[in-house]
């Protein structure tokens, strides 16, 4: 949540400024703003409320000279969305700005003491408390800006990412983070540096990057190295790690689609490739994850798998434990990481928790993990960016590959992590020897076939587009499956809700008539997830409940299907597939359904309110 960029070094920097922001839209867009020095000494401060497109409006005219400066796009956690509570936040004296990821629990507290000694604050938001501490402790120990962001932090509780300027000093940057991200791209021979929440933002610049650790603070001047501090340990330096990070630019932009929800949701075929590209081989009938030959002993005798993850990353864990435990025979949890992280759960030593999250910052599954590993478990990470907060955590884990993904509601992200879900079950199996030969080789001959079948389902997108348009008047949507389709009803009411804002709950069918049935009546589109599967005659009669109630039946179908289609007012056909697969195919359409009814209703697709790409905070 929030997105931070900075620059410093010889070059005009707000332009690069602002195109990082819009590149780091996706983690707020409720208003956004930018610090910059300029050429005459000055420190010109712009905000406004809303888009980035609103910002560079604001400051048009203005002076934006300068080749150092801050910027953020925010999302409002303290203060209303306002051009007061945008960030960068000054300083009483008007020397320091500041911009800030994260939540400072203590920010009560300390505003408090700083109104005591004659502070004064413009905004509601914790971020201007901390800026205002950082200038209280920099002017009473008369410390260097770097050493006073150091001290001041010591007093902080709560998650944090900053950047922090002196227009008194010119030619340095002051950055920290703890428990919120923090990357800082490093230029051809120090002449300058870029200052990013994630790589996106600054990889056009420059493929060298500093990961910043929990409690590290970094000096960054012009024309000299990086300098790293941690705050336990002020004496010593860290030195810095750099990676070189390759990210395809024109896989940051729409490619000719009106929305990146809807390209990311058609890069899926290509997207499962990638993700198997080296690790599926189907002409030797073969699974290969090293994640699993550094770990063999630990994975093989693992007592119990623990999942950890929120939203869709959930989701996908629930269709994760199913297959787990039918190809391994080893019982797995799948917990909120929200709820995992506060009830002293029980973690044994053989035990392996697993981390989902498509950012890799995703604040409580970061903070679940560290519990885990602190209990002595394996930390097995499955997570789409590289370098992020918990693949540098993990024990072992296993990237997605999907690519970067814009769009604020989830898509190939979920597939994505399917997908490595059943190459791990299916590689652990085998080494187990818990799955037969024979269903192993068919898994894996299916799981080859699995693009092509999505491409197909793609060419529908004009029917679902116009069975779609059927929903843009309910106010309340069920959706409901079975087996591995009850976690897919989850994920497409949970895609409806996030972008078309129509209230919507998925359910296992067979619970309905434990209470959801009482809603339903010829208002109530109820969408049924029906493909042919062990319990197929289970949903049909599921099914016939909503019908002898006036509900109206959306179904998706295995394809020829007749039984389900006779009874549905609304049909869509998927390839057949095995049954353990089908979550990889029968999800596409209700990413399409929820695009479109969306679209249809004229909302923003890829941003829609309160909602944020990357949840740095709880």
């Known amino acids: 949540m929030c997105g931070i960029v900075g620059y410093i070094g010889t070059r005009d920097a707000f332009p690069i400024l602002i195109e990082g922001l819009k590149r780091l839209e996706y983690r707020g867009y409720d208003s956004a703003g930018v610090a910059l020095i300029g050429n005459n000494q000055e420190l010109n401060v712009y905000k406004e409320k809303g888009k980035v497109s609103n910002l560079v409006e604001r400051s048009a005219g203005h002076d934006t000279s300068g080749s150092i400066g801050i910027a953020h796009t925010r999302w409002a956690t303290h203060g209303e969305p306002s051009s007061v509570n945008a960030h960068p936040h000054l300083s009483e004296s008007g020397r320091l700005a500041l911009v800030h990821n994260g939540i400072i629990e203590n920010y009560a507290n300390i505003k408090e003491y700083l109104k005591g000694k004659g502070y004064h604050f413009k905004s509601s938001t914790d971020t201007e408390v901390l800026v205002q501490l950082i200038e209280f402790v920099q002017q009473r120990f008369h410390l260097d800006l770097g050493l006073a962001v150091l001290y001041a932090l010591r007093r902080v509780v709560g998650a944090y990412a900053i950047a922090v300027l002196d227009r008194e000093h010119p030619d340095e940057i002051i950055c920290a983070r703890k428990s919120s991200p923090l990357v800082v791209g490093i230029g051809e021979n120090s002449s300058e540096f870029f200052l990013a929440s994630d790589a996106l933002p600054i990889v056009g610049y420059t493929k060298h990057i500093v990961y910043l650790n929990d409690e590290e603070v970094a ?16 004496r010593d330096q860290v030195a810095p790690n750099v990676h070189d990070v390759d990210i395809d630019l024109d896989k940051l932009e729409k490619g000719g689609y009106p929305h990146y929800m809807l390209k990311e949701i058609f890069e899926q075929p290509r ?3 990638d993700c198997m590209r080296g690790r599926l081989l189907p002409s030797e009938h073969k699974i290969v994850l090293s994640a699993i030959n550094l770990h063999r002993e630990q994975l093989l005798n693992a007592g119990r798998f623990i999942i950890v993850a929120c939203g869709t990353s959930w989701h996908a ?53 560290a519990l885990a590993k602190e209990k002595g478990a394996l930390c097995f990470g499955i997570v789409n960016s590289v370098g992020s907060s918990i693949a540098r955590a993990s024990d072992t884990g296993i990237y997605i590959h999907v690519g970067p993904e814009i769009g604020v509601a989830s898509t190939k992200a ?6 490595v879900l ?37 060419t529908q997108n004009d029917s679902i587009r116009d069975i779609a348009r059927t929903l843009t008047y309910a106010r309340n949507t069920l959706y409901m499956g079975r087996g591995m389709n ?28 434990h209470g959801p049935i009482a809603l339903v009546d010829e208002n109530m589109p109820v969408v049924f997830v029906a493909t042919h599967h062990r319990l197929y005659k289970k ?46 195919l029968s999800v596409i359409p209700l990413q399409l359904i929820a695009y479109h009814v969306a679209v249809v209703k004229g909302l923003n697709v890829d941003q829609p309110r309160n909602l944020a790409k990357s949840v740095t905070v709880e």
Do not use: W
């Open 219 to 234: 000096v960054i001047r012009r024309g000299e190295d990086i300098t790293i501090k941690n705050l336990a340990n002020s």
């Open 317 to 369: 864990g629930l269709i994760g434990k199913q297959m787990i435990e039918q190809f391994c025979q080893v019982p797995v949890e799948v917990e909120y990481a929200s709820e995992f992280r506060y009830r002293n759960p029980v973690i044994r030593k053989d035990d392996v928790v697993i981390a989902i999250s498509q950012s890799g910052e995703t604040a409580d599954t970061l903070a679940a993990f």
């Open 422 to 458: 059943t190459l791990f079950a299916l590689a652990l199996g085998h080494e187990m020897g818990t799955i037969s030969q024979q269903l192993y080789e068919e898994h894996i001959d299916e799981l080859a076939r699995i693009p092509e079948k999505i491409k197909q389902i793609l």
């Open 271 to 273: 997207c499962i490739s």
């Open 539 to 584: 949903i049909i009669s599921n099914i016939q409940e909503v019908i002898a109630r006036n509900g109206r039946i959306i179904s998706i179908v295995t394809e020829g299907d007749q039984e389900v289609k006779a009874l549905s007012s609304f049909v869509i056909e998927i390839p057949e597939t095995l049954g353990t697969l089908v979550p990889l």
């Open 414 to 419: 979920f597939t994505g992590q399917v997908t």
């Open 486 to 513: 009850y976690p897919v009803a989850l994920e497409g009411a949970l895609k409806l809700k996030e972008i078309s804002y129509i209230h919507a709950e998925g359910y296992p069918a067979a619970e309905m008539k």
